[in-house]
C-alpha cells in the first residue's frame, strides 16, 4: 500500500458501542467524512499504527487504541498515523472466535510497532501539533503534514 504511513486527524465520535460492551475492546469512532476520504489502496481492514487524544500520549494502535483510558474521550481530537496493514475484514462463526482475533492482531500489532522503522513514527512532529489544532482541521486528512 503505496499510501502507508498514512496520517489523519479527526474528532472522536460515538458508534454503535458494541466494542466495549460486546466484545470488551473498546473503540474509537472517526467521522465518515474522514473515512470517506482515505486513499483508494487503503481498503477496509485492520492497520495497526501510532494514536495520541487530545495532547497526550502517544500509544499503539489496531482498529482501536491499545491504552486503557481513565474515561471516554468523545469529541476529543484523535491523532492517527497508520503505519501497516495485518488483514482484510473478516466474518466470524461466533463472538470469541473473533474476540480471539482481535487480541491476535492486537499482539501483532504490538510487535510491528517495535521495528525500528515503525517506532520512529510516534516521534512525528505530527503529534506535537495536535495540541495546537483548531477545530476547523480537526476533520481533515494530514498526510504529509
Known sequence: ??????????EVVRGFGRGSKEL????????D???E?????????????WACVGSGDIHKMETHVIHT??????????SVVMVG?????????SLDALIAAINHDIEEAKRNLELPEHLKLKEDNFFRATASTSTTTSNKIMNGH
Open 24 to 31: 470488551g475492546i473498546p473503540t474509537a469512532n472517526f467521522p
Open 85 to 93: 496493514y495485518i488483514r482484510p475484514e473478516r466474518s466470524y462463526d
Open 1 to 10: 500500500m503505496k499510501s502507508l504511513p498514512y496520517f489523519c486527524r479527526g
Open 69 to 78: 483510558f481513565k474515561e471516554d474521550f468523545y469529541g476529543q481530537i484523535l
Open 37 to 49: 476520504d482515505l486513499p483508494d489502496d487503503i481498503s477496509t481492514g485492520i492497520y495497526y499504527g
Open 33 to 35: 467524512s474522514v473515512v
